[in-house]
């Protein structure tokens, strides 16, 4: 049985008639082989499971926590690749197998990945993205963290309390007075502004204005808006004393938070599942923010903040 | 944390990559070779074609990378997994320089060659096998050359469209500003141009017709 | 019953003139480009089994064109060529380029193989065994003149001249019966030139191929051709040995005899 290499260089040589040619004919086969050989020796993880994140704080936030709960419970090693550019991003590398979990939110999953409408409730979402993630990806959904961060519509807490206005419905009366500020993307999509008006009437004294996420809630504060859409988990809102209007008409798509784990590595490392599973519910609106304010506002290292809230709500004993 | 002892810390992740990086590379431009060298035979052939065929290729090198893998993103089975799209717009970027170089290559064989070739009774065929194709062979690997080498920095984009490869070390390194992150992306991707650049270059000069 | 007795009668014909007949004939041959201009006009021309056909003429007389009509590397506008009996146009190419030795003015050796190589090249791709286009190889070498050591050389390894020796070795491979040479000592020195012509004239008293050999140098076509094949724009002007050509009224062979000057009594008669 000739081996493939002097095969391929007789071959060769009967066709181009030099051994030159018939070394250039071994190196394009190198270059054939090199994928299949790649593919072959795949890395092995048998013992170590990567963790990865968006990157913007919250995600890193949820990232870290999932990471040290496995670290704490499990004698699995953890490898953290945080700060992916996005979505698609995770989701490639879910699919791929470059990273085994990373924490995603319903709503997004729902409109970015399976590109559906986003409407429904907390539970129907949550349902529906945990099936079609199943069947369709083979990535199961582990159960939420207990926020829910969708957007929210920000009044100065004095106004909140001056006018006692707990809803959307309620506040819509005084919209006329005030003057709205949002972020770009906000005003573009259709479940963004143009929606929420019409579903609540709003009509804002003269155009909203369009503005950098970050500078919002500043702008809040310095009476140069009256209202505005940020986040629901945003760190600056306890802080800044803003309030939050109850979206009475359920307007805004739920955005739970939950942690996304691929099939195999469910099967290979259960023991990881088990450990996510301990955080259901563990993390309420208001205390996202106050992490998050810790990292953002007060600039403390994340794996600290982390820490210290996993030992404040006794996960880290076993 | 000096670079290398980063490096050997995280050695899983980076060689991970690396192989990765390297399947992207292997993979276009296989694709390309098998494409595009065929393409550049039938050009030299017929010249009629030359002029279209170049002309796409050219100006699919000429839209700026990232924009192309934009493009192809909401394609229905090529945005459903990045690697797929990944591929095809590296190979893509690949044909240019593949079937320009055999265009100029087989052109390039001496006509008294080739007409004494025919002149004595060797078939289309036997005349780019045993002549054209083993005498233009230098001139195409250096397309092979130029092509890989493009390939492994166009290959670090990808990474934007989560294709993998070590441009996802320059990506997260970018938005956690941590330059040895991203020195640890950059430098093996540069080390991996640089070897390609090389190892064909040599293989190139010693398959030169004298 | 009369309708297949002709036939015998025809194929009768046929065999005799294939044997007796020109070894190659052009019948009414034309030849236009592309563009239209003409090169060939209504060309009749018929070479003899065995002998040195020269074609002499000035470049665009179209001699060139008349060799390429032969093994078709050229297709006649109009007209036929016949090559052994058989019209050119009706076997396959490939056959019939095999069956003719070409050797041009750039040699046109395969750079990237040996010389035995590119000697074997025809009987190779004819499928004789390894050890026959070996002893094949070594006795051409030894005909043209050249040491059996230089099998192994590659062509830019040689001179001017020890490639073409080996440029008509290839063509003389396969032993086809019809060689076709197109100015195939022009680029060569005139030492080197005027050996090669010796040589080549005791090769051909020894293989008796038929050749067509095409020229501009009226020395050359003196000392080698059995008989000269004046053309000029197109149109064949005249036939004549050597020694009718010298002595011929025919303005335009008068010119080329004035042009040439003198020491042509001694080409015509092949010594020096």
């Not at chain 1, 963290?145 to 004095?158: H, K, L, P, S, Y």
């Not at chain 3, 008509?168 to 019809?178: E, H, N, S």
Request: net charge neutral; proline share 4%; glycine share 8%.
């Amino acid at each position: 049985m000739m081996q493939p290499r002097n095969l391929a260089r007789r071959f060769a040589q009967s066709v181009a008639g030099s051994t030159a040619a018939g070394v250039c004919r071994a190196l394009v086969l190198a270059i054939a082989v090199c994928p299949l050989m790649i593919s072959a020796c795949s890395s092995s993880r048998s013992d170590r499971i990567v963790i990865g994140s968006k990157n913007f704080t919250e995600s890193l936030i949820l990232g870290e926590i999932m990471a040290q709960q496995i670290e704490a419970h499990t004698h699995l090693k953890v490898e953290r690749r945080f700060y992916l550019a996005g979505t698609y991003i995770c989701h490639q590398g879910m699919l791929s197998g470059r990273i085994d979990v990373y924490p995603e939110y319903t709503g997004t999953a729902l409109t970015a990945i399976l590109k559906e409408k986003p409407e429904g409730e907390r539970r129907q979402v949550y349902e529906r993205v945990k099936s079609e993630y199943e069947s369709r990806f083979g990535l199961t959904l582990g159960p939420a963290f207990g926020f829910n961060d969708t957007f929210a519509m920000e009044i100065r807490g004095e106004d909140a309390r001056h006018l006692n206005l707990k809803t959307l419905s309620q506040a819509a009366a005084y919209a006329p007075q005030w003057r709205a500020g949002f972020g770009y993307e906000f005003m573009e999509r259709p479940d963004g502004y143009r929606g929420l008006a019409a579903v609540y009437g709003l009509h804002f004294a003269g155009q909203p204005r369009v503005m950098d996420l970050g500078l919002l809630a500043r702008a809040l504060r310095d009476h140069q808006i009256d209202i505005a859409a940020g986040n629901a988990t945003d760190g600056l809102i306890p802080t800044l004393d803003l309030f939050v209007l109850e979206d009475d008409r359920h307007y805004f798509p739920p955005y739970e938070a939950v942690p996304v784990i691929r099939g195999e590595t469910l099967k290979q490392h259960p023991e990881a599942a088990l450990a996510l599973a301990q955080l259901e519910g563990k993390i309420s609106d208001q205390e996202m923010r106050q992490l998050n304010y810790a990292v953002d506002g007060q600039r403390r290292d994340v794996k600290d903040v982390v820490r210290e809230f996993l030992q404040q709500n006794g996960l880290l004993q076993k | 944390m000096n670079f290398f002892h980063f490096i050997a810390q995280n050695r899983g992740q980076v060689l991970e990559l690396t192989l990765e990086h390297l399947w992207l590379v292997g993979v276009s431009t296989l694709l390309a070779v098998l494409v595009g060298i065929p393409l550049g035979i039938l050009i030299a052939h017929w010249p009629l074609l030359n002029k279209p065929v170049l002309a796409t290729a050219n100006v699919i090198q000429t839209i700026p990378s990232l924009a192309l893998f934009g493009f192809l993103l909401p394609v229905p089975w090529l945005g459903d997994r990045a690697e797929r799209l990944a591929i095809l717009a590296l190979t893509l970027y690949a044909l240019l320089p593949l079937i320009r170089n055999t265009y100029t290559g087989i052109r390039g064989v001496d006509p008294a060659v080739v007409e004494a070739g025919r002149g004595m009774g060797l078939t289309d065929l036997q005349l780019l096998l045993k002549v054209e194709l083993p005498l233009a062979l230098s001139v195409i690997l250096s397309g092979v050359r130029v092509a890989v080498v493009i390939s492994v920095g166009l290959a670090t984009i990808a990474a934007a469209i989560g294709a993998g490869g070590l441009g996802e070390l320059i990506f997260r390194g970018l938005a956690m500003v941590n330059n040895q992150l991203i020195l640890a992306g950059a430098i093996p991707a540069a080390g991996l141009a640089l070897l390609a650049d090389f190892g064909l270059g040599w293989v190139e000069k010693r398959l030169r017709p004298q | 019953m009369q309708r297949s007795a002709l036939n015998l009668i025809c194929l009768a014909t046929m065999e005799r003139d294939a044997t007796n007949g020109p070894a190659i004939e052009f019948r009414d041959v034309t030849y236009d480009l592309p563009n239209g201009q003409r090169v060939l006009a209504s060309l009749n021309l018929g070479v003899q089994r065995g002998e040195i056909l020269v074609l002499l003429g000035r470049s665009g007389s179209g001699k060139t064109t008349t060799l390429k009509l032969i093994n078709r590397l050229l297709s006649p506008t109009s007209g036929e060529i016949r090559v052994e009996g058989k019209a050119a146009s009706a076997e396959d190419v490939v056959r019939l380029r095999r069956r003719i030795g070409y050797v041009i003015q750039e040699i046109g050796l395969f750079p990237h193989y040996t010389v035995e190589r590119n000697i074997g090249l025809v009987p190779s791709i004819e499928g004789w065994p390894q050890e026959k286009i070996h002893t094949r190889a070594t006795e051409l070498l030894q005909m043209v003149g050249l040491d059996a050591q230089l099998a192994l050389r590659y062509p830019h390894q040689l001179s001017g001249g020890q490639r073409q020796r080996v440029g008509v070795a290839r063509a003389l491979a396969a032993d086809p019966q019809i060689l076709l040479m197109d100015e195939p000592f022009g680029a060569l020195d005139p030492l080197t030139r005027d050996e090669l012509q010796r040589e080549f004239l005791s090769l051909q008293r020894r293989l008796h191929k038929t050749v067509v050999f095409v020229t501009h140098d009226l020395n050359e076509a003196l000392r080698l051709g059995s008989r000269i094949a004046l053309m000029e724009a197109g149109t064949l002007v005249t036939v004549l040995s050597p020694a009718d050509f010298l002595r011929s009224n025919n303005p335009l062979a008068a010119a080329y005899v004035r042009a040439f000057g003198s020491g042509l009594d001694s080409a015509a008669n092949r010594g020096a």
